[in-house]
């Protein structure tokens, strides 16, 4: 069974930071391109960041970048979602997400990824 598994979400203060991990279970994530996503309260589910197989090719949403930073580690078959500096409005529930839909590139629309998380909370608040 395929599966994603968020972790590292949590309460930060403004300008604070957080990493979040992805973690793959029933298959290679280096076979896959992985995307990060969030949802706020009341908003659409928006894409953050995503990186190609070997970690070459990234996009970031343009209100993260400079903040956050993403990476894998295909050795442990997790992705990693660093973010620093981080505001009221990065608040939400964060997703990663996978495909093998993409070749050459990553990107943060939804619509190619066909394996989700279950999500974890961040919320930046003083």
């Known amino acids: 069974q395929l599966q994603l598994v968020e972790s590292g979400g949590g309460l930060v203060q403004p300008g604070g930071s957080l990493r979040l991990s992805c973690a793959a279970s029933?298959?290679?994530?280096?076979?896959?391109?992985i995307g990060w996503f969030r949802q706020a309260p009341g908003k659409e589910r928006e894409g953050v960041s995503c990186i190609g197989r070997s970690g070459g090719s990234t996009n970031y949403a343009d209100s993260v970048k400079g903040r956050f930073t993403i990476s894998r580690d295909n050795a442990k078959n997790t992705v990693y979602l660093q973010m620093n500096s981080l505001k009221a409005e990065d608040t939400a529930v964060y997703y990663c997400?996978?495909?093998?839909?993409?070749?050459?590139?990553?990107?943060?629309?939804?619509?190619?990824?066909?394996?989700w998380g279950q999500g974890t909370q961040v919320t930046v608040s003083a």
């Open positions: 029933g298959f290679r994530l280096d076979n896959y391109v």
């Open positions: 997400a996978a495909t093998k839909n993409l070749i050459g590139i990553c990107v943060i629309n939804s619509r190619p990824y066909d394996y």
